[in-house]
Every structure is written in structure tokens, then in C-alpha cells.
């Protein structure tokens, strides 16, 4: 198994404070990594720094062999994509003009889109069962169809290696298990590597192949997700009880909030 | 595909437009007679007229279009970078140090120049560029110097307040075809780089995190277009001053008609807005006529409800 991305002693953050503070981790072509930590543990920073929102303050981050500083932007973002969680309705583009967006890297300065990239744009519309949806403004979707909309966007990048930040915080539980399934179909029959962050234990339980638990810029634990998600883990780092089983399903972690009084 | 059409229907309406700026006027002309030699005068300047009008038109609203959309802020127009205030004051500074009137655009270009400058430096930090300062930025240099046109002003009286209205106000009497000429070549060549830009201005117009996410150089990018901007307005405050609300308000109502897609704003809007400019100086010429009533005017007056109405309406067609 060859490594994609691999982050050697990280550092960054805002303004003076440092938020990933020596953080190590490495991503395997093939890989469906969860992200998981809780809130300020650094999950989003860590995505901003490796897709170049940020800069890196110390530390270095490889794709494959290359420094990812030293890689052009664009060349780098046909490499790898990003998901957001949602994306601003101020201007209200129409779903196809947003998708044909994901073409910007493949096209250089004074290109304008070739027939080749309005197929592959038909093509990830297609992939994301998005067709019939092709002609309307982003504004009048549905959050769930604004999701698939910027995973389309993101496949029409043709990436190797796709980064989503809580995709599915907005969804309701139907949509959550729609993008998350088309995600495990890309993983698997497209052989497409994904690095999520997710909230919901249960989801990156049932989904991930390995999971990174963060806490306070640092990965605190990391592995296959029986070894992840241990009541032990979890309380050290959200700092509260739960209860772990397994699935009846799956045979997963199955993880039970306990609610508690004081 | 809507462009298409769209784009017939905005030509056509601009023939429609010239055509009636060029027989209405003080003097009518009738269609038949337009082109005969005792008519070249008159057709000779109204025609100047319209080409300053399709001019200033086009450079304003894709100016405003572009700023608009790395700015991501609706308020953003031409005039931002304290463009106005700084021709205006070099303008009057220049009346009452007595300079020759052919020196006059170029007072007002350097001005224009001075305020961007100064503007841009302040906003920017370790080169980089923050919308927002940006905006600041603009709003506190027109302060400064606004206050300093009106302390001039009050000093230095009529004939200084003629000139400060002259340049506020806007007017497209065009005193030379040459200086049209000029300013004709960086204005076209500004908007076509703009139009180069257009899926750039897309991806940024969603956010500056999803434009890089996308490839996009956006601190780059957003240079490029602050400078094309400001060389655009500055070259067009030399022949018509300053002439609001169609930088403003023609993005925003294009935008509405055809969508935030800029490969399809932005020819559009050139068109629209030089339909718009070429009607705006008919009325400003014919209404009260001998009378020239100031064509800021009129865009505004104009402007608003049509803006209003659609806004209302709000859906593309």
C-alpha cells in the first residue's frame, strides 16, 4: 500500500497561537480516514493547512513524494479536492456552472472549456444523480442537494484524494446515509482517497476504514476504528461517559451517549 | 442557450438607442437627412456622444462587476478606491492654481492615480489585500478629500465650485476626438482582460477559501483586477468625470437578468450598460433642452426605479 499524504510534524494556525501543534499522520491510497475530535481539537485546521488555505507554519506535508509548498496550486488541486460543509447562495450559479468550476484546475490561464470538460461534468452530474437538477440556481436546492452539488464539483476535479469537512452536519439522517454511501462507492469502485471530518462517532464507525481521533493539535489516537473507538479513548478526549458496544448490524463500535445529571 | 438571444435583443435595443441619440437634440434631424453635409457637424459630435457614452458605460459596469465579485460585497463600484475624490480635488486644486484647460483630464488622471495609491497601500498588509480595509480604506480617503474640495472651495469660490460640479456630475460633452481615442485603448484592452478573468471571478465570487480550493491565486487574481479597475476609471474620469450609480446598479441588475455566470455577465452587461449610458444622454440633453441637465442625474433618476422593479421581481428570464 503506497502512502498519498503524509504530514511530518505539523504546525499552524491563526495569528500567533499555533492550533496543530506537531501533529504526524499518514494518508494510504485507498484509505476512507475519519477525522474525529472535539470541538477546537484542530480538525478543520489541520484541512485548511494541508489543502493550502493556510500557511504551514513549521513541519512539512508530502503528496506522494512532493512538498505540497513547493507543488503549483494547480497542480495540486487536480491532485486533491475539497468539500465544504455548505456554500454561500449569494450569487445564485446554476448547478451545472458550478460543477464546470471543478474544471478550473485542468485549464490553463486564458483557456476556456473544451466539449471534454462539459462531458466530464455530465459525467460527475450523472455519478452524483444530480441531472435532472442540472439547469437550477444552487439557492433552490435542498441542503442535501447542495452537498452533492460541491461532491460533484469536487469529482469533476478528477482528484486521487478528496477532503471533506463535516459534509453531512446539515443533512438529516436520510441525505447524511445517501452522501455518505455515494462516498463509499467512489472509495471503493473508483479506488478514490478520503480524508473526512465527521461529528457523528456511529457514522465515522460504519464508514471509515481508519479513523484519527484529535486532541488539542494532536493525533491522540489512530487505527482501525475497534481500536479507535474505546470508551477509554473517547472519555479521555471529549470528557464524557459513553457506552460502547457493537453494532448488531455491522459488527462495528456502536457507541450510546449516556446522559447524565448532576 | 440564452446568451444568444439575450445578446441580439441588448444590440438591437443599442441600434435603437444610437439611432435616436443621433437624430434627437436641440436641432431634430430627420433619419433620411443624417448624413448629409450640412448635418456633419452636428452628426459628427452627437456620434462622439455616443461613443463616450458606449464607452463609459461598458468600462463603469464591468469595473463594478469585477470588484463586485472579488470584493464579494454588492456595495463595491468603480469609484471605490477614493477614485473620485481625487480627480475631483486635483481638478479643483488645478482651477485655482490657474492651469491651462487641455491639462485638465490629465489633473484629473493623476489624482485619481494619487488616491488609488494611497488607498491601496493603506489596505494592503505584508502584500496582502483584505476586502474589507479595502472598502475602509476608500471611504476614509473620499472623506479627507471630499472636505478638502469643499474647504477649497468655500476659499477659492465660483469658479472653483463651476469645475468641482463639472467633474462630480459627469458630463460626456466630448471637447476632443483624440482624447476619446486615448482613452478608448486602455479602457477596451481593461475589460477584455477582465472578460480573460471571468471563471476566475466566478470561483472567487463563492469565497476566497473555495477559490483556492479550486487553484485559484486569489491574493494575485485580486491585484490584477484592483489595478485594471482603477486604470479603467481613471482613464475614463479624463473625458466624462464622475458619473455614478451605473457601476453600481447595472452589475446588480444584470446579474438579476442573467446570472452571476461573469462569461455571461459580463458581455451582457457591456451591452446593456451602453444602452443604458447612450439613453441616459439623450434625456440629459433633450429634456430640458438648450438646458444640459448634469447626467449623473439622470443615471440615477433612471436607475433607481428600473433597479426597484426588478429587484421586486427578482428571477431571471
Redesign the interface.
Known amino acids: 500500500m503506497s502512502i498519498l499524504l503524509k504530514i511530518n510534524n505539523l504546525y499552524g494556525g491563526y495569528y500567533q497561537e499555533d492550533v496543530i501543534k506537531g501533529l504526524s499522520l499518514e494518508v494510504n491510497q485507498g484509505d476512507f480516514l475519519v477525522i474525529i475530535g472535539p470541538n477546537g481539537s484542530g480538525k478543520t485546521t489541520l484541512l ?1 493547512l494541508v ?3 493556510l500557511a504551514i507554519k513549521k513541519g512539512k506535508v508530502f503528496y506522494k513524494d512532493k512538498n505540497i509548498v513547493q507543488m503549483n ?6 491532485k486533491t ?2 468539500v ?1 460543509q455548505d ?2 447562495t ?5 448547478v451545472k ?1 458550478l460543477v464546470l ?2 474544471r ?2 485542468h ?1 490553463k ?2 483557456q ?1 472549456e473544451t466539449k471534454r470538460d462539459i462531458e466530464i461534468v455530465q459525467e460527475k452530474l450523472r455519478a452524483t444523480d444530480l441531472l435532472d437538477l442540472a439547469d437550477k ?1 444552487i439557492d433552490e436546492l435542498s441542503a442535501g442537494e447542495r452537498q452533492r452539488v460541491l461532491v460533484a464539483r469536487a469529482l469533476a ?1 478528477e482528484p486521487e484524494l478528496l477532503f471533506l469537512d463535516e459534509p453531512t452536519s446539515h443533512l438529516d439522517i436520510g441525505h447524511q446515509i445517501q452522501i455518505l454511501d455515494l462516498l463509499k462507492k467512489l472509495n471503493r469502485v473508483n479506488n478514490l482517497t478520503i480524508v473526512m471530518i465527521l461529528h457523528d462517532l456511529n457514522l465515522a464507525s460504519a464508514y471509515a476504514n481508519r479513523i484519527a481521533l484529535l486532541d488539542k493539535g494532536f493525533v491522540f489516537k489512530e487505527g482501525h476504528p475497534k481500536e479507535v473507538l474505546t470508551y477509554k479513548n473517547i472519555e479521555a478526549v471529549y470528557k464524557t461517559i459513553v457506552l460502547v458496544d457493537n453494532n448488531r448490524l455491522t459488527g462495528k463500535p456502536n457507541i450510546v451517549l449516556v446522559p447524565g445529571e448532576k | 442557450m440564452y446568451l444568444k438571444r439575450n445578446l441580439s435583443i441588448l444590440f438591437l435595443l443599442l441600434c435603437i438607442v444610437i439611432i435616436f441619440a443621433l437624430i434627437k437634440g436641440a436641432v431634430n434631424i430627420p433619419l433620411a437627412n443624417l448624413l448629409f453635409k450640412d448635418n456633419q457637424v452636428i452628426f459628427n459630435l452627437r456620434l462622439l456622444r455616443v461613443l463616450a457614452a458606449i464607452l463609459v458605460g461598458s468600462g463603469l459596469a464591468v469595473s463594478g462587476i469585477a470588484l463586485q465579485a472579488i470584493l464579494r460585497n454588492p456595495l463595491a463600484e468603480p469609484y471605490l478606491l477614493g477614485t473620485s475624490s481625487g480627480a475631483g480635488l486635483s481638478a479643483v486644486v488645478a482651477v485655482i492654481l490657474g492651469v491651462s484647460r487641455i491639462y485638465m483630464p490629465l489633473a484629473a488622471f493623476l489624482g485619481a492615480v494619487l488616491s488609488i495609491l494611497i488607498v491601496y497601500n493603506l489596505a494592503s498588509e505584508k502584500g496582502v489585500i483584505a476586502g474589507k480595509s479595502l472598502i475602509l480604506s476608500g471611504v476614509i480617503i473620499s472623506v479627507a478629500f471630499s472636505s478638502v474640495i469643499v474647504f477649497l472651495v468655500s476659499l477659492f469660490g465660483n469658479e472653483a465650485m463651476h469645475e468641482m460640479n463639472w467633474w462630480l456630475w459627469g458630463s460626456l460633452q466630448v471637447y476632443d476626438y483624440k482624447l476619446l481615442l486615448l482613452v478608448a485603448l486602455p479602457v477596451i484592452l481593461g475589460i477584455c482582460v477582465i472578460y480573460l478573468f471571468a471563471q476566475d471571478l466566478n470561483a472567487i465570487s463563492l469565497g476566497e477559501e473555495e477559490a483556492v480550493h479550486l487553484g485559484i491565486d486569489t491574493q494575485n487574481i485580486k491585484k490584477i483586477i484592483i489595478l485594471i479597475t482603477a486604470l479603467i476609471t481613471s482613464s475614463l474620469i479624463c473625458i466624462c468625470g464622475i458619473i455614478g450609480f451605473v457601476g453600481l446598479i447595472i452589475p446588480h441588475m444584470m446579474r438579476l437578468i442573467v446570472g452571476p455566470n461573469h462569461k455571461i455577465l459580463i458581455p451582457t452587461t457591456c451591452l446593456a450598460a451602453s444602452v443604458f449610458m447612450v439613453l441616459c444622454d439623450l434625456f440629459s440633453r433633450t429634456l430640458f433642452s438648450p438646458l444640459e441637465i448634469p447626467i449623473g442625474v439622470i443615471t440615477a433618476l433612471i436607475g433607481a426605479p428600473v433597479f426597484v422593479f426588478l429587484l421586486k421581481k427578482g428571477k431571471r428570464i
Open positions: 485548511r489543502t493550502r488555505v496550486l494547480k497542480e495540486f488541486c487536480r479536492a475539497f465544504s456554500i454561500g449569494d450569487f445564485s450559479f446554476t456552472e468550476m471543478g478550473i484546475p485549464l490561464r486564458l476556456f440556481c476535479q
